[in-house]
């Protein structure tokens, strides 16, 4: 079993920074492909960023490639993803998840696990 607990969230003006956090307590030690997916009101969740179990691989959505950055500790069990010049599209709850293959994918149905939600607000 996995469990992921997600920091970072908050309110902040377009252009500018946050980080978020997502810690992964993992009973066997096992690494785990991880990933970050954002759903704002009345719309799907969608996929923002993956990263490999090891980290050597990385994608990114279109709409935040060049502006999001998503690396990983594995030492710490945690995945960051570092927002910059954020725009008011960016506004949503943002999500981590896990799972035990490899790398992923971009459908939200690939993922075994989730944490919780944190809320990213980005006014113009």
């Known amino acids: 079993q996995v469990q992921l607990e997600v920091s970072g969230g908050g309110l902040v003006q377009a252009g500018g920074s946050l980080r978020l956090s997502c810690a992964a307590s993992?009973?066997?030690?096992?690494?785990?492909?991880m990933g970050w997916f954002r759903q704002a009101p009345g719309k799907d969740r969608e996929f923002v960023a993956r990263?490999?179990?090891?980290?050597?691989?990385?994608d990114y959505a279109d709409s935040v490639k060049g502006r999001f950055t998503i690396s990983r500790d594995n030492a710490k069990n945690t995945v960051f993803l570092q927002m910059n010049n954020l725009k008011p599209e960016d506004t949503a709850e943002y999500y981590c998840a896990a799972d035990s293959r490899d790398f992923g994918t971009r459908s939200t149905r690939w993922w075994a696990y989730w944490g919780q939600g944190t809320q990213v607000t980005v006014s113009s």
């Open positions: 993992v009973r066997s030690g096992a690494i785990y492909a």
């Open positions: 990263i490999s179990r090891t980290g050597s691989l990385v």
